[in-house]
């Protein structure tokens, strides 16, 4: 009798895999009538030589099934966490300011060249505070004549006075602000006592009574004067320092504004509330 089925060989099982594993409804339907024909295998046309012949085409769309399978993983979902991530810079150029160094201070810092004096105030006529050598200082501004910085010396907690012919410093003077000097006083030390002045002429002499001061306390000059004298027609600001008990000074006639001055008791930790100079006229 006929068969309207002619045996497969295994070498068409790849064709047939090609063919069925295209189209999955075409492969659905092809398995069912298989198994449908492998359930009646009693009807004659579906004696064992046809199973037989079948049972490799069995096994391709089985296997063509797994693939098809395979071929679509279920989406896996996942709940982000989070991660804790370091980033590393790949710039060479550091974007931290530099520290304080004798190499590269910064626009606020200056380099003291040598061991000098830094004083209360910006003239050679007021008491070393300290005795600093050399490193970096931290800058607050200059004083009005460019020839003085006032600074914070390293590892100090005062500030002080130095002069700029002794510092070396990365921008000009006038990059630094212009700040007003106030005098540093100390209410522990009387001012000085019995001060009288006498005129001749031009010349002012100016005494006051002697005042002892503890050693450790004690500068080189232990009076500053602070005067405002006639030169010119005008009034001149002029310090002077001094151990001595009486000074002299120039104070020409001519100016509109009256000659006038005060004196200091000078110590190492600060200066004395002053005392008025009862200026004489001229």
């Not at 339907?29 to 004696?47: C, M, N, Q, S, Y």
């Not at 700040?179 to 006083?185: A, G, I, K, Y």
């Amino acid at each position: 009798m006929p068969s309207f089925a002619s045996p497969l060989v295994l070498e068409d099982a790849k064709k047939v895999n090609e063919i069925f594993c295209e189209n999955r409804t075409e492969y659905r339907k092809v398995r069912t009538l298989i198994a449908f024909a492998v359930e009646w295998r009693g009807i004659g046309l579906f004696k064992n030589r046809v199973i037989l012949s079948i049972l490799p085409l069995m096994f391709v769309l089985s296997a063509c099934g797994r693939i098809l399978s395979q071929s679509t993983p279920p989406l896996e979902t996942k709940t982000p966490s989070l991660v804790a991530t370091t980033i590393f810079s790949t710039n060479s150029e550091s974007t931290v300011a530099p520290s304080s160094s004798m190499d590269s201070p910064n626009a606020s810092q200056v380099i003291v060249t040598a061991t000098v004096s830094c004083r209360f105030g910006p003239n050679k006529a007021y008491v070393p505070r300290y005795r600093v050598g050399v490193g970096t200082f931290q800058v607050i501004g200059q004083d009005t004549s460019g020839q003085w910085l006032h600074v914070y010396p390293p590892g100090l907690k005062n500030s002080c006075w130095i002069e700029t012919q002794f510092v070396k410093m990365p921008v000009d003077i006038d990059g630094f602000a212009v700040v007003p000097f106030r005098l540093e006083t100390n209410i522990k030390y009387k001012s000085p006592e019995n001060v009288k002045t006498i005129r001749s002429g031009e010349q002012v002499q100016i005494s006051w009574n002697d005042l002892v001061l503890p050693n450790e306390v004690s500068p080189q000059n232990r009076f500053l004067l602070e005067m405002w004298l006639c030169a010119n027609g005008a009034l001149t600001y002029t310090l002077r320092s001094t151990n001595d008990l009486t000074i002299t000074v120039i104070d020409q006639p001519g100016c509109a504004e009256a000659s006038h001055g005060q004196i200091y008791t000078a110590t190492r930790i600060g200066y004395s509330q002053p005392t008025v100079i009862p200026w004489p006229a001229p």
